[in-house]
């Protein structure tokens, strides 16, 4: 069974950086896409960044993201982080790992992924 585990959330103020980390327990873990979604009161789950499954892969970055985001993941360690740097009062949201084995469902939406962490809480203020 496929775990992900979301850390790294917390409270930033407006400008600040965070890391967060998703710790993946599968064997074939070089064989997923990974990425990163984020959901607000009120608001869908949205696409932040996504990897294809080779370290050093492919990325995408939601327009939101772009520029001020990056996302990595390292295959010896089974892990994708996101880095955060710029906060907004508007990137404040819990946000979520997720897996699949197709790059191409996180462009379907978030209902076809095939694993999801817990989430990570992240706070901005201004």
């Known amino acids: 069974q496929v775990q992900l585990v979301e850390s790294g959330g917390g409270l930033v103020q407006a400008g600040g950086s965070l890391r967060l980390s998703c710790a993946v327990s599968?064997?074939?873990?070089?064989?997923?896409?990974m990425g990163w979604f984020r959901q607000s009161p009120g608001k869908e789950r949205e696409l932040i960044a996504c990897?294809?499954?080779?370290?050093?892969?492919?990325?995408y970055y939601a327009d939101s993201a772009q520029g001020r985001f990056t996302i990595s993941r390292d295959n010896a360690k089974n892990t994708v982080s996101l880095q955060m740097n710029g906060l907004k009062p508007e990137d404040t949201a819990v946000y979520y790992c997720?897996?699949?084995?197709?790059?191409?469902?996180?462009?379907?939406?978030?209902?076809?992924?095939?694993?999801w962490g817990k989430g990570a809480l992240v706070t901005v203020v201004s």
């Open positions: 997720a897996a699949t084995r197709v790059y191409g469902n996180f462009f379907v939406g978030s209902g076809v992924m095939d694993h």
């Open positions: 599968t064997r074939t873990f070089s064989q997923l896409a």
């Open positions: 990897i294809t499954s080779r370290t050093g892969g492919s990325q």
